[in-house]
């Protein structure tokens, strides 16, 4: 069974691309086939990984293309689908689609085809609300939220508790809330510390362990390189290593 899991935060910055990419990665060296699929607009994934694309996720939803000819291979074992700027227009074209519901399941249909030659399915969502996000949250089973735990200290942990028991409530769909991956985290700060705990209190097991704050992980992507191309040795390569090896038990 393909693992449709959903890399999820209204807030940017908080990881999610990054998620993608190096769990991505993590997956695939343990011989998972992983496809990526960008749903922002702002196109980091294919950027990140240095993969050139002739087709992207715009054309696959404006019914120009067929899975199989936008999907491009990014890594051993690893697939993307990529996106642009261009996404809006086909964002634009799901808003003028008569039937909202067919509009939501476009993702799903088009998606049909690929069943089953993916052990697991990232997607990279944006940070905004849109048809095409909702579309997202019904063809993924499992949502993984990345959350800054230094963004966490600033704004109040209490606001996002709510939020993030909010997403495993969406009405009519089996998705479900699997991790809370704290990200960005500084553990010689006691705010940190503080805010580790309380997620920890509240969601329990549900919490994964977390990603330290890294300047490997943001140099990386200018290299056009994972984690482990770019710094194999470093505390975030093992973290996303041990990441992908609880995703992995859990399946
Ligand atoms: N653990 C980390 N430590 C330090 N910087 C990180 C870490 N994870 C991500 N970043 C950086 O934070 C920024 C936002 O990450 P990104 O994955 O693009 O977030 P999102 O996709 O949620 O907007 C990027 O510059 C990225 O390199
Ligand atoms: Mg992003």
Known sequence: MTRRIGILNYKGGTAKT?????????L??????????????????????????????RDLLLGLVEPNQCI???RKNVDIIASDSALLEAEGEMWRMNDVREARKLLDNKLKQLNERYDYVLIDFSPSVSIL????????????V??????????????????LKNVSRIPG?????YLILPTLYSPNLKQDREILGILQRHFADLVA????????????????KTIFEYSPRSAASTEYKRLAERVLRDG
Do not use: F, W
């Not at 200290?153 to 606001?159: A, D, E, F, K, L």
């Open 173 to 177: 769909h089996r998705v479900r809330l």
């Open 209 to 224: 362990d977390p990603i330290r704050a890294n300047t490997k992980l943001v140099e990386a992507p200018s290299h056009r």
């Open 28 to 57: 695939a060296m343990k011989n998972a086939r992983v496809l990526g699929i960008d749903l922002d607009p702002q196109g980091s994934l294919a950027t990140c990984l240095g993969v050139k694309y002739e087709y992207s996720l």
């Open 133 to 144: 996000s909702e579309s997202g949250l019904r063809y993924i089973r499992e949502i993984i």
């Open 18 to 26: 990054t998620t993608v990419v190096n769990l991505g990665a993590a």
């Open 146 to 163: 990345p959350v800054s735990t230094s963004y966490l200290s600033m704004i109040g942990t209490r606001q996002v508790i709510e939020t």
């Open 72 to 74: 491009a291979q990014a």
